[in-house]
């Protein structure tokens, strides 16, 4: 399977800590870019970064990407409760491949 | 429209009928996305249209699934003699194209095989 791996599964912090999630791939990648899921249903795009670059921020996330280890993260910093939500990284495999690929999710709950 | 916007938002439907699912995507976007999401798991890729050309239709589970896009923009998910395990979430996406550009989604159809 082409498809991500997330980890954690699940992640439940406090309001105002620093959130990370991880995501790998095993496959060559032309870029990454990861999703926000409130409740189930529409996913939101919130960030993408090139396979070129190494880390990009926007707002209070960051994203880091090692295309040597297969592996991006995505942290957000001082969350929110609002951050209450599953997190996708997903990614468009090698050449010739135009498969908009999703990784399992992370479900992250911020405790006020 | 603004955004991608997917019909019914809702369905139940019994065992064996057949279903069909409608994606209005956002207009001048080529590249369309079926998925499906079960309860709590990640998105399953089902089928990927980009303009004119063939569909990548590696994700269909089954024969049972089939899609297709009329004039490069509405596209219809049909199931037919559904079954239980057809239940889920299906979202739809589109994107400008193909490669470094985010997809936008639907807010989905919750199918409910009873």
């Known amino acids: 399977s082409q498809q991500g791996e997330e980890d954690p599964q699940a992640l439940s912090i406090q309001e105002g800590e620093n959130a990370t999630m991880n995501c790998s791939y095993k496959?060559?990648?032309?870029?990454l870019q990861w999703y926000r899921q409130n409740s189930g249903r529409g996913l939101v795009h919130l960030i993408l970064?090139?396979?070129?670059?190494r880390e990009k921020h926007s707002g209070r996330l960051r994203v880091t990407l090692d295309t040597s280890k297969k592996s991006s993260s995505l942290l957000i910093t001082a969350s929110r409760a609002a951050d209450t939500a599953s997190y996708f990284c997903?990614?468009?495999?090698?050449?010739?491949?135009?498969?908009?690929?999703f990784g399992k999710g992370t479900k992250l709950s911020v405790i006020p | 429209g603004a955004g991608v916007s997917q019909s019914p938002s809702n369905k139940v439907t019994e065992k064996g009928k057949d279903v069909e699912l409608r994606c209005d995507p956002i207009?001048?976007?080529?590249?369309l996305y079926w998925y499906r999401q079960s309860l709590g798991q990640g998105l399953e890729f089902l089928i990927y249209?980009?303009?004119?050309?063939?569909?990548?239709k590696s994700g269909l589970p089954s024969d049972r699934f089939s899609a297709e896009r009329t004039g490069g923009s509405v596209s219809t998910l049909t199931i037919q003699r559904t079954q239980q395990e057809d239940s889920a979430v299906y979202l739809c996406?589109?994107?400008?194209?193909?490669?470094?550009?985010?997809?936008?989604f639907g807010q989905g159809t919750r199918l409910t095989v009873v």
């Open positions: 207009s001048g976007h080529t590249a």
């Open positions: 970064i090139r396979s070129n670059e």
């Open positions: 249209f980009q303009g004119n050309s063939a569909p990548d």
């Open positions: 496959t060559s990648i032309n870029n």
């Open positions: 996406a589109s994107s400008y194209r193909e490669g470094p550009y985010e997809a936008f």
């Open positions: 997903a990614f468009y495999s090698g050449a010739g491949s135009y498969q908009l690929t």
